[in-house]
Structure formats: C-alpha cells, structure tokens
C-alpha cells in the first residue's frame, strides 16, 4: 500500500472552559491521504484504494499528576472494499469517521472533551503539513463517534443483497425533561445525557433463495434515537 504522510508535534497552550488552563502541552498530530492500502492476511481483508485521515492528540506537559489526554480523529474514505470471502462481496463508498473524546483526571475531576474550535489560539490542520496541503481542520465541539457510508452492494450468497446507506452517532446533549423551556437539573432535566442515533435508508434489499422465494424491498428506511442519562 502507499499513502502521503505528515507527523508534527508542537507546544501549545490551551484555555479549558471551566477548569484550569494548559501550558506548554503537547500537541502531536498525523495525517494520511491518498490512500491505496489493504488490510488482512491471506488474501483476505479490506482494500481501501482513496482516503484522507487526520488525528490529532493532545497532552499535557510532561512531570505533573495530570493524566488527562484529548484525542480527534477525521476520516473520509473515497471506497472500501471487502475482499477473499468466498461467497460474499461488500463494496462501500463515501465512509466517514468522526471522534472526539477524553481521558484521564486532574484532581479527582475526569477529563471532557475538547472544544477544538475555541481551546487553541489556532485552528488545528493535520493535513497543512502533507507534501500537498489537505483540509482536515478539526472543527468538533464536544463528545462525538460519528460513523456513516454508504452500502453499494453487500451480497452474502446471493441469499442476502443489500443496498443503501447508514449514519450512526453518540453525543452528549442537556435534555429539558419536562419542556417547560428552563432547564434545570433539580427539576428531573438531564445534564450531559448519551444520545444515540441511527439511521438507515435501503434502495434495494433481497432475503431468499436467488432466483426463487424470498423478500424484497426497493425503498425503505429506518430512524432511532436514544437517550440515557450519564
């Protein structure tokens, strides 16, 4: 496989909302894009021949008793491919990756994720250090695992097929409980609660025996959403 690469670390400051600031931290980012990859063993894995991926990671200096870590990661994946199962074909396309998370604690309090948008005096590129510049600024603002793509053919012998595309995501979100327009945990509202939501559109979709018996849907879809207090 083969792809353009660029790593860079730097020291930065940044402002935390609501907790003490950083200086001096370690920001270390890694950016790959024109991707022609495969990964597996034995004939078997995915290919993936275009894509871009942007990570950034941050720390804080080193030699003091905070833990906490911050991590981003942006991804878009022209195509996939799943190759070496007899039997089954799997073609993907426009699949993107989303993450912004935390970890770690500083005294007693865990770590949040990070406002990349207002924490650094400067937007965070990962790509502006490719041998040709990409745009993967990091733009998230809160707790983020956003997957979505679309299925251009998955066929499992024939006896499954399906077509269609799918978004699944989790983020913290304040919940007004009663709706009455004021929140207010002492009132039952939620604070920080997980949202889950999922989607899934199908154009075209067949469960039987090929050429015989079976089931089939030419449009459809299907929308969920949950939430959970934390």
């Known amino acids: 496989g083969s792809a ?20 001096d931290a370690s920001l270390l980012t890694i950016a790959l894009d024109q991707l022609d990859l495969f990964a597996g063993v034995g004939g078997i894995g995915v290919e993936i021949p275009g894509g871009t991926l942007g990570i950034a990671l941050l720390a ?21 491919d799943l190759l070496g199962v007899p ?17 770690g604690a500083f005294n007693g309090t865990p770590a949040t994720p990070l406002n990349w948008n207002t924490a650094l005096a400067a937007p965070v590129n990962p790509g502006e250090n490719l041998p040709v510049p990409a745009d993967l600024t990091i733009t998230f603002t809160g707790a983020l ?11 499992i012998a024939g006896v499954i097929t399906i077509e269609g595309s799918f978004e699944m995501s989790t983020q913290k979100v304040d919940v007004d409980v009663n ?9 039952g509202d939620l604070n920080d609660a997980n949202l889950l939501r999922l989607s899934l559109t199908i154009t075209d979709f067949f469960a039987g025996i090929p050429g015989g018996i079976g089931f089939h849907v030419t449009a459809g879809s299907l929308s969920l959403a949950v939430i959970k207090a934390d």
């Open 60 to 80: 804080p200096a080193p030699g003091t008793t905070d833990t906490r870590n911050w991590l981003a990661v942006t991804a878009d994946i022209a195509s996939a």
């Open 4 to 23: 353009s690469f660029a790593l860079a670390k730097t020291t930065v400051d940044v402002d935390l909302d609501g907790t003490p600031d950083l200086q």
């Open 145 to 155: 695992l956003r997957v979505a793509g679309t299925v251009d053919l998955l066929d």
């Open 87 to 103: 039997g089954v074909t799997a073609s993907f396309s426009a699949l993107s990756l989303d993450i912004n998370q935390a970890s």
């Open 179 to 187: 709706g009455n327009g004021i929140f207010s945990t002492t009132e």
